[in-house]
């Protein structure tokens, strides 16, 4: 099974994803096909700290944001599985 990552581009911003083996990375976005640019995204508490560092705002309401979206998934995911059930 090949794990699917996701990446980041620095050139357009935007998250895209990509199925490779553990030891390979990618250095092109499949996007707007840059090279150098884009990095690896780790989880989402990688974001959070990204933002943290690079926003004004206390470090302890954007936690709280992040906390919010991911009980949000959470909530989500559940009532999706749910539908699969019945
Ligand atoms: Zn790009």
Redesign the pocket.
């Known amino acids: 099974m090949v794990p699917l990552y996701e990446y980041h581009?620095?050139?357009?911003?935007?998250n895209?994803t990509f199925r490779h083996s553990y030891k390979e990375t990618i250095s092109e976005?499949?996007?707007?096909?840059?090279t150098g640019?884009?990095e690896k995204v780790l989880s989402k508490a990688n974001i959070v700290l990204k933002k943290a560092l690079s926003s004004k705002e206390p470090i302890g309401q954007i936690t709280n944001e992040s906390i919010n979206d991911a009980r949000q998934d959470l909530e989500i995911q559940k009532k999706e599985l749910k539908k699969k059930n019945k």
């Open positions: 581009c620095l050139t357009c911003q935007e895209f976005c499949h996007l707007c096909k840059s640019c884009v």
